[in-house]
């Protein structure tokens, strides 16, 4: 299993830009990556998933280097309501189990 | 598009008392639905993987017998706790991938059971 390690919690202030490193060492030829946004009592929302080089959707950018060994997830100008735990995921070849790290909690104030 | 539901939302049972959750994909049909746990301020746990039309596959410490999964169509599976005990009060929280080549999984809304 590719493990993940992200930093436990992040602060930021509205409209600043936030970015959220994820290592994944092990991470296999066929693993996707993954992002997960989970507000308190909610399912986990999907917001990006990427393989390599750089991956960018109406919410969020994914950026990962050329050994794919780690990933970094950018959220451009965050406002109050990003507040949220962030999943990084590896998700393995065949696309099945995911496993799910301990998330970034990630605080967004004034 | 990729909905997935669950039902009920929230559930309060009696301690010894059989609980049914639903997972629904709304709009896609399901080849895989995996079921989690989340206690609070913890991650989600996987609890196991199924297969429509196939015996779920339990995660490592998770009580087949007590935890029963049925995936009996492409839209539907259930998870029955069965003789629910106080510390099986947690977030249950479904998950349904699609056919080959979906890498994505879609969560449903979660369900709070509290076992009184």
């Known amino acids: 299993l590719a493990k993940t390690t992200q930093p436990i919690s992040m602060d930021s202030y509205e409209g600043q830009e936030v970015n959220i490193t994820c290592s994944h060492n092990?991470?296999?030829?066929?693993?996707?990556i993954t992002w997960y946004q989970q507000f308190p009592s909610q399912g986990p929302r999907f917001i990006i998933q990427g393989y390599k080089t750089k991956v960018t959707n109406e919410v969020a950018s994914l950026f990962i280097p050329a050994d794919r060994k780690s990933s970094t997830l950018s959220l451009p100008r965050v406002s109050l309501s990003d507040t949220a735990v962030y999943y990084c995921?590896?998700?393995?070849?065949?696309?099945?189990?995911?496993?799910f790290g301990t998330g970034t909690q990630l605080k967004v104030e004034l | 598009g990729a909905v997935v539901s669950q039902h009920p939302s929230w559930v309060i049972c009696k301690s010894g008392t059989s609980v049914k959750i639903e997972c629904r994909s709304l709009?896609?049909?399901?080849?895989?639905m995996f079921w989690y746990r989340q206690f609070p301020k913890q991650s989600l746990m996987l609890m196991a993987t199924s297969n429509e039309g196939s015996k779920a596959t339990y995660e490592q410490g998770v009580e087949k017998d007590k935890f029963l999964i049925n995936h009996a169509s492409l839209t539907l599976s259930t998870l029955t706790v069965t003789s629910a005990h106080p510390e099986d009060s947690s977030f249950y929280i479904c998950?349904?991938?699609?056919?080959?080549?979906?890498?994505?999984?879609?969560f449903g809304p979660g369900t709070r059971l509290t076992v009184t």
């Open positions: 998950s349904a991938r699609g056919g080959q080549g979906a890498y994505e999984q879609y």
């Open positions: 092990n991470i296999a030829t066929n693993d996707y």
């Open positions: 709009d896609f049909q399901a080849t895989t």
């Open positions: 995921l590896v998700l393995e070849g065949g696309g099945n189990k995911l496993t």
